[in-house]
């Protein structure tokens, strides 16, 4: 707590309250002896959660090449490269450096549901595979490695992240499968409740459970090919059939956009560009520089963005490319909209209208 910059008296507070608690178990109307707790947090208290982050907080600083993405207790590092050989040497410094941390600060490393996961080119040449890494244990690095017997990280196709599946390929195929996967079973019961409840109802379950399974991670996985997000709309669709009436559906037959108008739901390809443009309406990392040159071209006048040149579908996919190509694509008056609240109002509105 000191190191986060914690003073006194506060930080002599929080070590009485956090020192001499002890715990015991009850099981039927028995209770165990009280047992002392040497190590961790009160649970379920206000500022457990935050004690234990000032406590894993100095962990992003012993990683030195690899960039660090932490949410409570798991930790995902991130090291690119184009010399495999290299790259692998780089993150197992920082593997080692992760290991020796965790004994230092009294906490274990789980090497069992540590995974590596690397996403590159199919076309890599056998000479280029990655070399095995391990989760050494302290006693191991102590002795320097001699008489190693520790097994390497499970190397894996697809990893969930925070309810996210990356894959290999960077195609988020195994995503847009669970996606629709979850989604049928919701449209099974959403099926059998249109026959018990009003339609108002429905809408309001929609928003709150269906909308809220295609949201989570959008604007990420919307990045993914039009085939797959295709899948998802597909089923969006059938949710949309049941809130309306049979006379409204059978005359959107063959035309399922005005179905999206009436209910007033962006489609799975719009919303993603809907939430690609909001999320990042302040953010000026992902968005080039303006276009800036000497000829008075159409593109400078207006104050459209440049878009970065890509040479593979990777880069096809990235935020620098997609979403200066969609602000682009915007009315000035939108694309230029400083203030968030009017320009989400003003996009929405644009994107209904594109549905025709």
Same mark, same amino acid.
């Given at each position: 707590? /000191?190191?986060? &910059?914690? &003073?006194?008296? @506060?930080?002599?507070? $929080? %070590?009485?309250?956090? #020192?001499?608690?002890?715990? %015991?178990?009850? +099981? &039927?109307?028995? @209770?165990?002896?009280? #047992?002392l707790?040497?190590?961790g947090v009160p649970q379920g208290s206000v500022c457990g959660p935050v004690c234990y982050l000032m406590h894993v907080n100095s962990l992003c600083g012993v990683l030195r090449n690899c960039s660090a993405h932490? $949410? /409570?207790?798991?930790?995902?590092?991130? %090291? /690119?490269? #184009?010399?495999?050989i290299e790259t692998c040497r780089l993150v197992q410094q920082d593997i080692d450096s992760v290991v020796k941390w965790s004994h230092d600060n009294g906490i274990i490393l789980n090497s069992d549901k540590t995974k590596l996961l690397i996403i590159q080119s199919p076309y890599l040449s056998p000479s280029e595979m990655p070399l095995p890494m391990y989760t050494h244990s302290f006693t191991c690095l102590h002795n320097n490695l001699h008489d190693c017997h520790c097994r390497? =990280?499970?190397?894996?196709?697809?990893? #969930?992240?925070? &309810?996210? !599946?990356v894959d290999s390929a960077f195609s988020w195929q195994q995503h847009i499968n669970y996606i629709c996967? !979850?989604? %049928? +079973?919701?449209l099974g019961r959403f099926y059998h409740l249109s026959f018990k409840v009003? +339609?108002? =109802? @429905?809408?309001?379950?929609? $928003? /709150? =459970?269906?909308?809220?399974v295609l949201s989570y991670a959008l604007d990420c996985y919307g990045l993914t090919f039009k085939s797959y997000i295709d899948k998802v709309e597909a089923i969006q669709i059938r949710f949309l059939k049941l809130l309306v009436s049979k006379k409204t559906r059978n005359s959107c037959k063959g035309n399922y956009n005005k179905l999206f108008k009436i209910c007033k739901i962006l489609p799975v390809s719009l919303k993603h560009k809907y939430l690609l443009a909001i999320n990042n309406h302040s953010n000026k990392v992902h968005i080039s520089t303006r276009l800036e040159h000497k000829h008075n071209t159409r593109s400078v006048a207006v104050q459209k963005y440049e878009i970065p040149r890509v040479t593979n579908y990777y880069g096809d996919r990235t935020l620098r490319k997609r979403l200066p190509y969609f602000l682009n694509s915007l009315p000035e008056n939108i694309r230029l909209e400083p203030n968030k609240i009017k320009f989400k109002k003003a996009l929405k509105l644009h @994107?209904?209208?594109t549905l025709g």
């Amino acid at each position: 707590m /000191a190191e986060c &910059g914690v &003073g006194q008296p @506060l930080n002599e507070w $929080f %070590r009485d309250y956090l #020192t001499s608690r002890s715990y %015991r178990v009850k +099981i &039927g109307d028995d @209770l165990s002896d009280e #047992t002392l707790v040497h190590c961790g947090v009160p649970q379920g208290s206000v500022c457990g959660p935050v004690c234990y982050l000032m406590h894993v907080n100095s962990l992003c600083g012993v990683l030195r090449n690899c960039s660090a993405h932490m $949410f /409570a207790d798991d930790l995902c590092t991130l %090291r /690119a490269g #184009t010399n495999m050989i290299e790259t692998c040497r780089l993150v197992q410094q920082d593997i080692d450096s992760v290991v020796k941390w965790s004994h230092d600060n009294g906490i274990i490393l789980n090497s069992d549901k540590t995974k590596l996961l690397i996403i590159q080119s199919p076309y890599l040449s056998p000479s280029e595979m990655p070399l095995p890494m391990y989760t050494h244990s302290f006693t191991c690095l102590h002795n320097n490695l001699h008489d190693c017997h520790c097994r390497p =990280i499970e190397k894996v196709d697809c990893v #969930t992240y925070l &309810g996210v !599946k990356v894959d290999s390929a960077f195609s988020w195929q195994q995503h847009i499968n669970y996606i629709c996967s !979850k989604l %049928r +079973i919701l449209l099974g019961r959403f099926y059998h409740l249109s026959f018990k409840v009003p +339609i108002n =109802i @429905l809408k309001c379950l929609y $928003f /709150a =459970i269906v909308d809220s399974v295609l949201s989570y991670a959008l604007d990420c996985y919307g990045l993914t090919f039009k085939s797959y997000i295709d899948k998802v709309e597909a089923i969006q669709i059938r949710f949309l059939k049941l809130l309306v009436s049979k006379k409204t559906r059978n005359s959107c037959k063959g035309n399922y956009n005005k179905l999206f108008k009436i209910c007033k739901i962006l489609p799975v390809s719009l919303k993603h560009k809907y939430l690609l443009a909001i999320n990042n309406h302040s953010n000026k990392v992902h968005i080039s520089t303006r276009l800036e040159h000497k000829h008075n071209t159409r593109s400078v006048a207006v104050q459209k963005y440049e878009i970065p040149r890509v040479t593979n579908y990777y880069g096809d996919r990235t935020l620098r490319k997609r979403l200066p190509y969609f602000l682009n694509s915007l009315p000035e008056n939108i694309r230029l909209e400083p203030n968030k609240i009017k320009f989400k109002k003003a996009l929405k509105l644009h @994107l209904m209208e594109t549905l025709g």
